[in-house]
Nanobody, 126 residues
Framework: QVQLVESGGGLVQAGGSLRLSCAASGRTFSSLARAWFRQAPGKEREFVASISWDGGSTYYAASVKGRFTISRDNAKNTVDLQMNSLKPEDTAVYYC???????????????????WGQGTQVTVSS
């Protein structure tokens, strides 16, 4: 199993930026793609962005496209999420995820994930 640990969350004003990072350890080869999800209070966990093993393919939720950028460094086993132009509605716990399938599909659902990080809180004040 791959273990995922997120870092980089915090409190930021609307319009500001944050960079989240996800470090992987363990059987990292068992799941090649990576994704970010988020969950706001009282809402279901939702897909944010994903990246293929080689970083050549990425996919974003419509709500974050053009503001967020996902990237990875395979030498360090890390995946980052750069979040710009943050809005109060981006407030949520953000989770790093390892999908089950070795085939990159872009858009993922929580049921597609076999390993989750513990989450990191992002709060955007208005």
């Amino acid at each position: 199993q791959v273990q995922l640990v997120e870092s980089g969350g915090g409190l930021v004003q609307a319009g500001g930026s944050l960079r989240l990072s996800c470090a992987a350890s363990g059987r990292t080869f068992s799941s090649l793609a990576r994704a970010w999800f988020r969950q706001a209070p009282g809402k279901e966990r939702e897909f944010v962005a994903s990246i293929s093993w080689d970083g050549g393919s990425t996919y974003y939720a419509a709500s974050v496209k053009g503001r967020f950028t996902i990237s990875r460094d395979n030498a360090k086993n890390t995946v980052d999420l750069q979040m710009n132009s943050l809005k109060p509605e981006d407030t949520a716990v953000y989770y790093c995820a390892a999908p089950k399938s070795s085939l990159y599909t872009g858009r993922y659902y929580p049921s597609d994930v076999y390993s989750w990080g513990q989450g990191t809180q992002v709060t955007v004040s208005s």
